[in-house]
């Protein structure tokens, strides 16, 4: 059975509770093993001779209120081959808890911290553990870019000694994923590529894009300027056949609305009741009109 040479860190967020994973592997498809998370749960990695029934088991337990090191008791307790396992867990309340059986091929270990877990095997060496550490205590911002962060210093300071493979990133939060009736608010996996960390950090830049609202703070207002501007584009891209008068009524926002829609922007698209817009719906538009004018 192939082994999940591996590093990944666990967390949770403080400030809002989201719970997530991050891991890099020499290792086709890390993710579909490796991250599980549930909010108002908790988040572990599974990996080493991964038992993937940690990750659904581990879950199941501290849905039902039993704290990250009772569970990881309870997980190695029913597992015969735990000596070959490693895992780390973070329950909802921020309480952590990690285990490096003695059988995983060196360098392996783990290190505990406020809200997370780093753990990896077969490994460069320790520094590899506690730069990711390091770097996640010293990083601000939303869980999954910290996550990230994170991965990148760990492979800065050796990762994993066979190279790598894939990589993935998971962060659960109540009422996160599309449409707001599930937790899956970050489930992104780079199953195969000679730099998955690279490619894991343009998806998400992507998420962050298509996927992740705009903070309300950045919209700006469709001025008559920019609302002509709009409906010009708009009807060169055949969504608009109205007057370029700089009139945001319902014929422009109807427009807008069904070309937000064909290019997935409709989570972007959330200040046009108040006559706002997000710049980087704007931008996206701009380059979109320089690229079609540079190839008629």
């Not at 010293?138 to 190279?163: I, M, Q, V």
């Not at 590529?193 to 950045?218: G, I, K, S, V």
Request: charged fraction near 20%.
């Amino acid at each position: 059975m192939p082994i999940l040479a591996t590093f990944s860190v666990v967390a949770r967020d403080p400030a809002n509770g989201d719970l997530g994973v991050a891991v890099q592997s020499k290792f086709l498809a890390v993710g579909s093993v490796v991250p599980w998370a549930r909010a108002g749960a908790g988040a572990l990695a599974t990996q080493a001779l991964a038992n993937v029934r940690y990750g659904p088991d581990g879950l199941a337990l501290m849905a039902q209120g039993l704290s990250a090191p009772e569970t990881l008791a309870r997980l190695l307790h029913e597992d015969s081959g735990r000596d070959q396992r490693q895992v780390g867990l973070v329950d909802a309340r921020g309480g952590v808890a990690a285990y490096t059986g003695s059988a995983c091929m060196p360098w392996a270990g783990h290190r505990l911290g406020a809200g997370y877990v780093v753990l990896g095997n077969i490994l460069a060496g320790p520094r590899v553990v506690e730069a990711m550490a390091e770097r996640f205590e010293t990083t601000r911002g939303e869980l999954a870019e910290r996550l990230l962060l994170a991965l990148t210093a760990g492979e800065a300071a050796g990762g994993d000694r066979r190279g790598r493979q894939s990589a993935a990133l998971y962060v659960a939060r109540a009422g996160g994923a599309y449409g707001g009736n599930f937790d899956r608010y970050v489930d992104l996996r780079v199953d195969d590529h000679p730099d998955p960390l690279a490619e894991l950090e343009r998806l998400l830049r992507l998420h962050r894009f298509y996927l992740t609202a705009p903070d309300p703070a950045t919209l700006v207002p469709l001025t008559t300027e920019l609302t002509r501007e709009i409906q010009l584009f708009l009807n060169t891209m055949g969504y608009y056949s109205g007057p370029a008068d700089g009139n945001f009524e319902t014929l422009t926002r109807t427009a807008l609305e069904t070309y937000g829609g064909i290019e997935n922007l409709e989570m972007r698209l959330t200040g046009l009741d108040r006559k706002l817009i997000d710049p980087l719906v704007v931008e996206y538009m701009r380059r979109q009109r320089s690229e079609r004018a540079g190839g008629t």
